[in-house]
């Protein structure tokens, strides 16, 4: 009895100790109060040992001339004469910046990282240039590498500290005269005797304890680091060696604290063409664990224009966008936004609107010149910077800034306010490259087409493709949605069919019968409980649209049809999924830093913040684990080869990329970005086409079709001016259409954008009448009724279509702003397609355009 109540009163804690050692093993809480030092190569300091003469590289397009003191360096473009500089040539002359401000002028990168107190930049012109604590070592294949020693650095000079009279005297006398003097000057003679008449005697004591016992001579605390490179040379021509200094420096007993943050970075320069490569290998990247470095910013003041000059800076921001020199706009934000959208393995605590970067370019202009920066390698780590003269310094300039190791913050008890940062694992072995393509114009469509060219050259599934000479129209169907209905006096999470096979198949139809072309219908929400979908460890399709025989009746019709039917999945969120979907998230949820799951919530439009829907399932989700997404991305694709249908569309891949920082298991986005595009050419394999949302670079040359374009991009009020630069570059390349029409605000001007883009059309329909979206989280859906705007929509896409007919086939040759709401788009063959955003008509050169219409005149006049 005794024994049975003893195991009664352990059982509690036996099963607490199990539980907890089952979360630590397999959920992973972060047991610690720091980041796990993972540094396994720290820091090295070197420095240049050169000779300061001019390292230079050369082919029959460039000049690449570097000056060794500091690493600073020109490009000359030889047929032009046009010299690009890595830095602003009268920088010391600016009237603005301030000291460290000034000192970023003169620099090539910027490091960043964080202490308990938060971010720390550092430019390597302050804290390596000017201790020349770098290395220039010139490779092989004729390029030049900077391993550059960043950091709160003290150069060691080979030189005694402190010395005894007696070997001071042995090295001065092979001194000349004259040198013996200067050295002298700098040093003072410390004897015993004389100590009780010094004010600093104890300190003297404690830095150099034999002064008590024998006379020393000790440098002056105020030398200058040119002085004592100075008197390194001197003593180093009387035979001072590292051993005699290595002697001398014991007899130094408080020696300079060395532990400060210092980084190892190294940059490879070389030249391809008409193009400067510069790469940072993240594999050489070395820091000290207690500073751990979050971002580099290469040649952060390349190109920057001043105060005085004329044109332009281009950014990736929707299609791209124009920020003019100088445009006075001191009281905007400067822009920055992150290629391919936020990582949503990394935690945020509010959302005021979402960035995004569907291509990674940006560029400057310089008098009748211009480049475009394309970032290559581990693009996926960066955002882009903007900004105008007359902030922070009178410099207009852009650049890219990369995240090395991703951080969080973690609440280390609920009794204690205190948060530290737990870090990424390890530095990822990628690396970042840039490469600048000069171009003999300041033309944006010229600048366009130039990376149009770079992609032919360098995809191959890009050079072989070609676009339908037919306009594309795009068509979702929302098939089902998740609404709570009551049912016995009791609310009940159920599914609603809001477009069912059946009714699918009649849009189809009567699309198709009405003369549309090139059409492709999206199903979405049509299984695994809706919009709002299921994890696809299996794939249900949804009793309440018809089934499985009404989802082939559809896919049969389309072909007869020869309509490109595609059907709808995410992969990498779990909504609503449980145990009995294969959900588990302890297990398959994906982790920050901190090793705490994923879990996403919806933002509220007014506070920002978080919205408090911790009891409603259907707006919590979680990131799911690369490794799962994958077999749900398997699963579907596989599901639906089987039912023969003719293409598959991906509403994540191709627009959202996060990572997963579980430490056990961690996967980068550029592994991820990897996945994704073996995930496409898989379903292309299976004989499907892929149709993808937004299109990021990396995914387009394996889609399709891409459709939600966001043409115009973010309202940031510093930009000037809105092009099509990435649709300029893919036009007769890829099929694309801009966001659905039908959703807009203004339909019309979303219109007159795809006229004036070369897209596609899109639209959105519902088969049921949109009063069953009231008391949903569906809004977004509520001008979505097919019944609405059938009458408006068919003869919209007709005249479209015949409008721009053969015209999606060909290149963009020119675009213009006409006037502040007109525009010009011309095409290789000479076709001119006029948009007219105003209210009232324009006339030009004999032709009228009706205000808020487009006109298309062929190239053939007629």
Known sequence: MRRQSLIRRLLPWIIAAVLIAALVVFVGIPLYTQKEDTNEYPPVVSYYEGDNKELTMENDRLL?????????????????????????????????????????LYSTMIVTYTTSGGEVSMNNYTYSMKNQSYSLVPQEDGSIRVDYSIGQIERTYLLPIAITKERFASFTENMSKSTKKKVSSNYSLVEPEK????????????????????????????????NK????????????????????MQLVANQADSSGPVFNVSVIYRLEGNDLVVEIPYSEIRYRSDYPITYISPLPMFGAANA?????????????????????????????ANLYGWDYGVERKEVVSETENAFPVFGATMDDGAFICIMEGASSYAGVNADIAGRYNSYNFVYAKYNVLHAAQYNVSNKTAKLVYIYEKEIPQDSICQRYRFVDSTDYTVLANAYGDYLRETIPEIAAAKSSEETPVHVELIGAINKKLIKLGIPVDSVVATTTFDQAKQILTELDDSGIKNLNIRMTGWCNGGVRQKVLTGVHVLGELGGTGAMDSLIKAAEEKDVTLAFDGITCFAYNSGLFDGFLAF????????????????YSIVT??????????????????????????????SFLEKRGSAAIAFRDIGNLLSADYYPKDLVTREQVKQQDIEIMQQASVAGMKVIIKEGN?????????????????????????????????LHGAKDFTGEAVNLSGDYQTRLLECAEYGAGLNFTFMAENTRVLQETEYSCYTASGY??????VIPMITRYQQEMKGLNSLRIAGHERLEEEVTLTTYEDGTKVYVNYGSTEYTEGGRTIPARDYLVERGNGK
């Open 64 to 104: 690449f001339s570097m000056d060794p003191a500091t690493t600073q360096f020109t490009v000359t473009e030889k047929e032009s004469g046009r010299v690009w500089r890595s830095n602003p040539e009268d920088a010391s002359k600016d009237p603005i910046a301030l000291s460290l401000n000034k000192d970023t």
């Open 195 to 226: 100590l009780d008449k010094r004010d600093n005697k104890a300190e003297l004591i404690e830095n150099y304890p034999s002064v008590t016992e024998q006379a020393l001579y000790i440098l002056q605390p105020g030398t200058s680091a040119a």
């Open 229 to 248: 490179g100075k008197i390194e040379g001197y003593f180093a021509e009387a035979g001072y060696t590292q051993e005699d200094y290595e002697m001398d």
């Open 308 to 336: 005085d000059a004329e044109g332009y800076m281009m950014i990736p921001e929707g299609g791209g966008a124009i920020i003019r020199y100088n445009n006075g706009k001191l009281s905007q934000n400067p822009y920055y």
């Open 587 to 602: 297990r398959d949820a994906a982790r920050y830093p901190t090793r705490e799951q994923i879990h996403l919530y919806d």
């Open 608 to 637: 920002y913040q978080k919205r408090d829907n911790s009891g409603d399932t259907a707006n919590n989700y979680y990131l799911v684990r690369p490794s799962y997404a994958k077999k749900c991305a398997d699963n579907l694709i």
């Open 697 to 729: 670079d990396y995914a387009v040359p394996y889609a399709d079709l891409i459709t939600d374009m966001n043409l115009t991009g973010q309202a940031y009020a510093i930009i000037d001016e809105r092009i099509p630069f990435y649709q300029i570059a």
């Open 787 to 792: 019944d609405y705007w059938r009458n408006q």
